[in-house]
C-alpha cells in the first residue's frame, strides 16, 4: 500500500527523471569530485568574492528584522512621528499630489535624440559629488536601474543610468554603494523632477540599498497609462518615439560584471538617454487631450496632472522585507499545493513529503540568508519536489536527484552561467539534507539553530558577512513565538556567535583594504638608495619637479637636489628596507592594520618635527596581535597616570554658571576642598543615559542612586529631563556630538551594536585610517580623523587642543574640540610635563617606552630590519623634504 502511493507520486517527477537518463553517468563522476570536497565541510564562500562582500553598510541585511527607513532630524517632527518607521518624505510628497509641480519642457536649446560616442562612467565618490552637483541645477533628470538578483538573497543594485539632457551618467553603485548617499538630496528635491518608466520597483530598490527616496516623478509609463497607448513597455515607446529598437534581453545579464560589455553599456544607456524626450513627447499628448477632451479651461492639464499623481503615488511606496510565519514557509504551501496535492489523501507518504518540504524550504530560506543568494540559487523548486517525493538514502542519491530534476526542467537560473545545478551552497552543505531526510533533523524547529550553529557558530563552516551577522539576534525572538528553547543553550551561543562575528566583521572593517607599503624608491641623485616610500610620496617630489622618474614598475625616482645625509651615514638602515605587506607580530598576510606603537592621545601634542618619523612607530598587525598590543597599551597608561600623577580620566566636572551654559572642571589636586563637589563626566554620562532610557522601570533606590550623580553635576538642585538630556553632551567633542545627534531617533538597540560595530556611522569616517602616506606627509585633516583609525580607540579620543584650554585646572569650553570622555586631557597633560621638565629628549624617551611596551607585549618577530626601540626620530632630506614644516601647505 505504502509503496504504491509512494509510487504513485514518484511518476509525478519521473517523466522528468527519465530524460536525464543518459546523464547519470556523467554526474556520477561530478559528484564523486564534489563528495570528496564537501566532506570537508569547508563552504565555498571560503573562496569566493562576491561583488558585495565589499559593501561596509547594508539597510537590508539578511536577517527576519524589518527594514529600518531613514529617519530624518527634523526639529518640526514630534517624536511619535520619529519613533514610526514611515515614510520620510511623506509630507513633501502629498503636498505635491495636491499642488503639483508639472515640468513643461524637460529639454532645452540643442538635443541630439542620438547616443551620442560618451558617456560618464561614475565610479569614484569625487566623480559622484561632481554628478550630484551637476544634478542640483537641473530641472528634471531621467533615471532607471538595472539590478542583480541571482547571487543574492534581497537583491541589489549594480548601476543607476542617469541621464541629463546633455550626458549620460553610468554610476557604479558597486564600488560606489556605501558613498549613494551622495545622491539623496537630488533624489528627495521637490523642485527637480525625476524620470522613470515603470518605476514601481525602482523606488524601492533606491530605498532599500541607499535610502534614497524620490520626491517629483515623472513616469513615462503611468503617462501611457492615462494616454491609453496599446502598450506601456519602454521598448514600445522607444520605437514609436524615438525610432529606437532596443533588446530587453540584456535586461537578464549579470549586472555586476566590470567592465561592461559595450553592448550592455549600450542597452543601460539606451534605457534613461531618451526618457526626458519621451517625457517631453507625452506631456504633449497629455495636454492635447485635455485641449480636445474639456471644455472647461479648469481641466486644461487633467489628464496631465493625473499622470503626474499617479508618478508621485509610486513615491510614496514604502520597501518592506516579505516577512512569513516561519521561515520558508509561504514557499511550502505554494509547492505543497502547486505539486504534491491531489495525490496525498492524507496518507503518510505524502504526509511525510509534506513535512520533507517544509523542512528543506525552511533550511533552503536560511541558508540563502546565511550566503547571501537568492533561493533559487541554494535549491529549485522542483528539486524541493523532488527530494520530498524520492527521499533519498545517500548523499549520492541526494545529488543526483537534484542535478536531474534541475536539468530536465532546465530551471538553470542563469542560462549564461557555467555554473551548474547543483549550486555551489548544495554542494558545500550536501550533508544538511542527508539529515534531513533521515531524520535526524526530525524536526522543524530543530532546523534553524542546528543549522546556525553549524554555519555561524564558534567553528563554524560559513564566513560571517554584514548580510547574515544579525540573522541570529532575530532569530532568537522568532523561535520563542513557536517553541520555547533552552534559554541557557541559546544565550551560550548567542555569545559565542556574537564573539565570533564581531571579530570577523571587525577584521573586514577596520582591516586596510589595500596593501599598505607600495615600496617605491628614492634614490639620491649619486643613486644611492635612500628610502622606501609609497606613491604619493613619489609623486609629491615629482609633481614639484624636485625628482625624476628614473623606473617605472615598480616606480623609483632619484632626487635632484642634494638631500641631507645618507641613511648608511646616520646608521640607520630603516627606511632603505622593504617593508612586507604583514603582521609584524606573527606574519599573518591575509588581513592586517595598522597600529600605532605611541597613542595618539599623547603623540598628537607632539611637537610637529617629531611626529614626522611615522613610519617607524606605526607598523601592521593582525587583529589578535593588534588586541595584545592594545591591551599592553592601556595598562601602560594607566602607569604611567600614576607615575606622573595625571589622571587617565577628567575627575571632575560641575555645572557652576548654569545660566552661561558653561561647564567647568574641578580637578582635585588644585583645588583643594572640591573632593565632593562636581562628578566624573563619565559617571555623569551613565548615570544620565541609564535615567533616560529605563528611568520610570528601575527601581526607585537605583534611581534615587543615579539621580544623585547627575544632581552632583548642577550643584545638587534638583533636576528637569531637559538636563537630563543636557548631561548627555557634557565633554563630548563636537565630532561625538555630531555622533549623537545622527544617533538620536535610532532605535538604540540596533542590532549592529550587539555585534559591536557601529553600522549607521558618520559617511565620512567609514573607519580607515588615513593612508601611509597621508602620515607621511602630515596632511591629516585632523587629528580625529587620526584616532577613529584603528576601531579600538575608545577612551582614546585625544583631539587637538589649543593652548589656552589645558593648563592645570583649565575652563572647559563648550566649543573645544577636545573629548573630556576620553584620555585626551591626560595626554596633553603628559606631553606638556615632558617638554617643560625634560625638552625633546624627554619626548624621545617617552617614545622609547612605548616602544619597549610594544616588543615586550607582542615579541613582533617580522619586524623590519632596521627597526628599533631607541630609534632617533629623525629623518629628513633638507630643505626640500616633505617633511619640512613650511612645505606642508602646498602638500594640502
Ligand atoms: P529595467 O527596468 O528594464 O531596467 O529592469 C531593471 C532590472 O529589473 C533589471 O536589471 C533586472 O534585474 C530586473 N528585471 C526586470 N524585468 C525582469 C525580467 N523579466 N526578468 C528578470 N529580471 C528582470
Ligand atoms: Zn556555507
Ligand atoms: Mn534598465
Not at 143 to 156: K, N
Not at 172 to 192: C, E, G, K, W, Y
Not at 527 to 539: F, M, Q, V
Not at 599 to 607: G, I, L, M, W
Amino acid at each position: 500500500m505504502e509503496v504504491r502511493e509512494k509510487a504513485k507520486i514518484v511518476i509525478t517527477v519521473a517523466s522528468l527523471v527519465a530524460v536525464t537518463v543518459l546523464f547519470v553517468a556523467e554526474y556520477r563522476r561530478r559528484h564523486r569530485k564534489k563528495q570528496t570536497s564537501s566532506s570537508l565541510s569547508s563552504c565555498y564562500l571560503h573562496s569566493e568574492l562576491k561583488s558585495q562582500f565589499g559593501f561596509k553598510r547594508v539597510l537590508a541585511d539578511n536577517s527576519y528584522s524589518e527594514f529600518k527607513h531613514l529617519k530624518l532630524d527634523d526639529a518640526s517632527s514630534s517624536s511619535l512621528e520619529k519613533s514610526s518607521n514611515g515614510h520620510p518624505y511623506e509630507t513633501e510628497i502629498t503636498v505635491l499630489l495636491e499642488n503639483p509641480k508639472i515640468e513643461f519642457g524637460f529639454l532645452r536649446g540643442e538635443y541630439s535624440l542620438e547616443l551620442s560616442d560618451s558617456y560618464v562612467w561614475v565610479e569614484t565618490e569625487l566623480q559622484l559629488k561632481e554628478l550630484a552637483e551637476i544634478l542640483a541645477k537641473e530641472k528634471g533628470f531621467a533615471v532607471d536601474t538595472e539590478q542583480h538578483s541571482l547571487r543574492s538573497f534581497l537583491g541589489f543594485t549594480a548601476l543607476i543610468q542617469i541621464s541629463t539632457h546633455e550626458k549620460d551618467f553610468l554610476v557604479d553603485t558597486i564600488a560606489l554603494h556605501d558613498a549613494m548617499s551622495i545622491l539623496r538630496p537630488v533624489f528627495s528635491d521637490p523642485n527637480i523632477c525625476k524620470v522613470f518608466h515603470g518605476a514601481d520597483n525602482d523606488v524601492l530598490w533606491l530605498q532599500r540599498d541607499f535610502h534614497i527616496y524620490v520626491v517629483n516623478m515623472f513616469d513615462t509609463a503611468k503617462a501611457c497609462e492615462v494616454l491609453s497607448k496599446p502598450q506601456r513597455s519602454l521598448a514600445y515607446l522607444l520605437e514609436t518615439v524615438c525610432g529606437v529598437a532596443t533588446n530587453k534581453l540584456l535586461q537578464r545579464e549579470d549586472w555586476r560584471q566590470r567592465p561592461l560589455s559595450k553592448e550592455m553599456v549600450q542597452y543601460a544607456r539606451t534605457d534613461a538617454h531618451y526618457l526626458l524626450y519621451i517625457a517631453d513627447s507625452l506631456t504633449a499628448e497629455l495636454k492635447q487631450l485635455a485641449t480636445e477632451d474639456s471644455s472647461s479651461p479648469n481641466d486644461r492639464f487633467h489628464f496631465l496632472l493625473e499622470a503626474s499623481r499617479r508618478s508621485n503615488m509610486t513615491c510614496l511606496q514604502l520597501y518592506m522585507k516579505e516577512t512569513e510565519d516561519f521561515p520558508g514557509s509561504a514557499a511550502a504551501s505554494s509547492i505543497i499545493y502547486r505539486h504534491l496535492n491531489g495525490h496525498g489523501d492524507n496518507s503518510t507518504v505524502s504526509l511525510n513529503a509534506e513535512e520533507l518540504v517544509r523542512k528543506l524550504c525552511a533550511w533552503r530560506d536560511l541558508m540563502a540568508r546565511i550566503h547571501d543568494e537568492s533561493t533559487r540559487y541554494v535549491l529549485s523548486d522542483q528539486a524541493i519536489v523532488a527530494l520530498a517525493c524520492k527521499q533519498p538514502t545517500t548523499t549520492e542519491e541526494i545529488y543526483d536527484t537534484i542535478a536531474h530534476t534541475d536539468l530536465a526542467t532546465e530551471s538553470s537560473p542563469s542560462s549564461s552561467s557555467s555554473v551548474q545545478s547543483p549550486y555551489p551552497v548544495i554542494c558545500s552543505h550536501l550533508g544538511d539534507i542527508y539529515e534531513m531526510i533521515l531524520e535526524k533533523l526530525a524536526k522543524l524547529d530543530d532546523i534553524l539553530p542546528v543549522v546556525l550553529t553549524k554555519c555561524l557558530g564558534t567553528n563554524g563552516t560559513c564566513p560571517i558577512s554584514v548580510f547574515n551577522y544579525s540573522l541570529l539576534v532575530n532569530f532568537k525572538t522568532k523561535l520563542s513565538s513557536h517553541s520555547a528553547p533552552k534559554q541557557n543553550g541559546h544565550k551560550n551561543f548567542k555569545q559565542q556567535f556574537t564573539r565570533k562575528a564581531s571579530r570577523e566583521l571587525f577584521v573586514k572593517k577596520f582591516s586596510c583594504k589595500a596593501p599598505v607599503y607600495h615600496n617605491c624608491r628614492i634614490y639620491a641623485n649619486d643613486g644611492r638608495l635612500l628610502c622606501y616610500c609609497d606613491k604619493r610620496k613619489l609623486e609629491w617630489y615629482l609633481n614639484r619637479g624636485l625628482a625624476k622618474l628614473v623606473e617605472e614598475n615598480p616606480p623609483a625616482i632619484m632626487l635632484l637636489f642634494e638631500p641631507k645625509g645618507r641613511p648608511e651615514d646616520e646608521g640607520n638602515d630603516f627606511y632603505i628596507q622593504t617593508k612586507r605587506n604583514i603582521c609584524v607580530g606573527c606574519g599573518e598576510g591575509k588581513h592586517y592594520l595598522r597600529y600605532r606603537i605611541i597613542p595618539s592621545c599623547y603623540r598628537v601634542h607632539f611637537p610637529e618635527h617629531l611626529k614626522s618619523h611615522r613610519s617607524h612607530d606605526i607598523v601592521l598587525l593582525c587583529v589578535d596581535c593588534h588586541e595584545v598590543a592594545h591591551a599592553a597599551a592601556e595598562r601602560y597608561k594607566k602607569k604611567i597616570a600614576t607615575e606622573f600623577g595625571i589622571p587617565l580620566f577628567v575627575r571632575r566636572v560641575l555645572d557652576s554658571k548654569e545660566a552661561q551654559g558653561t561647564s567647568s572642571l574641578v580637578e582635585d589636586e588644585s583645588t583643594g576642598n572640591s573632593e565632593d563637589a562636581g562628578v566624573s563626566p563619565l559617571h555623569l554620562r551613565s548615570a544620565a543615559m541609564a535615567l533616560l532610557r529605563h528611568g520610570n522601570r528601575m527601581p526607585s533606590s537605583r534611581r534615587e542612586e543615579l539621580l544623585q550623580t547627575v544632581k552632583m553635576y548642577y550643584g545638587g538642585r534638583d533636576i528637569s529631563e531637559e538636563d537630563l538630556e543636557k548631561a548627555l553632551l557634557i565633554g563630548l567633542s563636537p565630532h561625538e556630538r555630531r555622533k549623537l545627534e545622527r544617533k538620536k531617533g535610532v532605535s538604540v538597540k540596533h542590532s549592529a551594536e550587539v555585534a559591536g560595530i557601529d553600522k549607521q556611522e558618520d559617511e565620512n569616517n567609514d573607519g580607515e585610517a588615513p593612508t601611509d602616506s597621508e602620515k607621511i606627509m602630515n596632511v591629516e585633516r585632523s587629528t580625529v580623523a587620526d584616532d577613529s583609525g584603528d576601531g579600538t580607540s575608545e577612551g582614546d579620543g585625544a583631539t587637538e587642543l589649543n593652548d589656552t584650554q589645558c593648563n592645570g585646572n583649565m575652563l572647559h569650553q563648550q566649543n573645544s574640540k577636545l573629548s573630556l570622555l576620553g584620555h585626551g586631557p591626560h595626554g596633553k597633560q603628559i606631553v606638556e610635563y615632558l617638554l617643560r621638565e625634560h625638552g625633546e629628549d624627554g619626548v624621545r624617551d617617552f617614545c622609547q617606552r612605548w616602544r619597549k611596551v610594544f616588543v615586550d607585549a607582542v615579541h613582533p618577530r617580522h619586524l623590519p630590519g632596521g627597526w628599533n626601540v631607541s630609534h632617533s626620530g629623525r629623518r629628513d632630506f633638507g630643505e626640500f623634504s616633505v617633511y619640512n614644516p613650511t612645505k606642508r601647505l602646498s602638500t594640502e
